[in-house]
Each structure stands twice: as C-alpha cells, then as structure tokens.
C-alpha cells in the first residue's frame, strides 16, 4: 500500500508505508550459506517482516554524451534499516568507444563487522570501457 509519485520526467518517488518483505533461500543454498547473515533463523529458510520503504529512481541525461541512471532504496521494519543507492554513469566518448561507472553502497543492519558488534557500510564499483562497431 502505498503512492507513486512522479513529479518530472524520469523521476519516481514511490513510498509504501505498509510493506510485507520476504527472503528466501533454497535448500541448496542454505546447506552452502550462513542464513543467519541474511536475518533467517538457524534451521529456517525463510524470513518474513512488515515495514515502510522508499525508492526513488531518476535517470538524468545532462548532455548528450552521459545519461546518469539512479536507484535509491530504504526499507525500515522500525527495528533496524536497510538502505542501498545505486549510481550508474555511462558515457558515449565516441562511435566506437563508451565507458561506464558503477557505484554502489549498501547498509543493511543485520550485517555484522567481523567484531560482531556494529553493522558496517557495504561498498562495490564498477569502471569498464567498452569497444563498438557495426558491420554492416
């Protein structure tokens, strides 16, 4: 339950302030992984939680040549917060070359330090350049 608001072309705020979440995991994978990482109870392959969430998506073409491509995610069970932001940059050099930049951090309470005590920011990037052509 909740709204889709979209102000502007290419962007959306969608807020949902009753949200039911589930994580699964299958048999093969959690034999393979700790599921209490994920928030699942030892022995179960399933958790279940209500919150809120918020996503904002936006995609951005300041020229030509960049097109800026933006999730935003927060989910809270009003017990802890997840929250992820994902910024993916592509650039047009020319015909035949393009690259592309991904940053992407994450924070997600139920994911410990190695001490066990504090939950700790995630963080993953991408930069690739890619080659183009068109036979014709």
């Known amino acids: 339950v909740g709204v889709d608001y979209k102000p502007i072309e290419g962007l959306s705020i969608n807020f949902a302030p009753a949200t039911y979440k589930i994580v699964y995991a299958f048999k093969s994978d959690s ?12 022995g179960e392959s399933m958790l ?7 996503r904002v ?7 030509r040549e960049i097109i800026v491509d933006t999730k935003f995610y927060f989910f809270t069970n009003y ?8 910024i993916n940059m592509d650039f047009i050099i ?5 690259a592309k930049l991904l940053l ?7 994911i410990k330090s190695d001490d066990g005590l504090r939950p700790y920011l995630q963080f993953k990037e991408l930069v690739s350049v890619g080659f183009s052509h068109t036979f014709r």
């Not at 034999?31 to 030892?42: K, N, P």
């Not at 998506?57 to 020229?63: A, L, N, S, T």
């Not at 992407?104 to 139920?110: C, E, I, M, S, V």
């Open 48 to 54: 279940t939680e209500w919150g809120s969430l918020l």
């Open 104 to 110: 992407y951090p994450r924070y997600d309470g139920l």
């Open 94 to 98: 020319n015909r035949y070359f393009s």
């Open 57 to 63: 998506d936006w995609k951005w073409q300041p020229v």
């Open 31 to 42: 034999e393979q992984l700790d599921v209490t990482d994920f928030g699942i109870e030892a």
């Open 79 to 86: 017990q802890r917060i997840e929250t992820e932001l994902e």
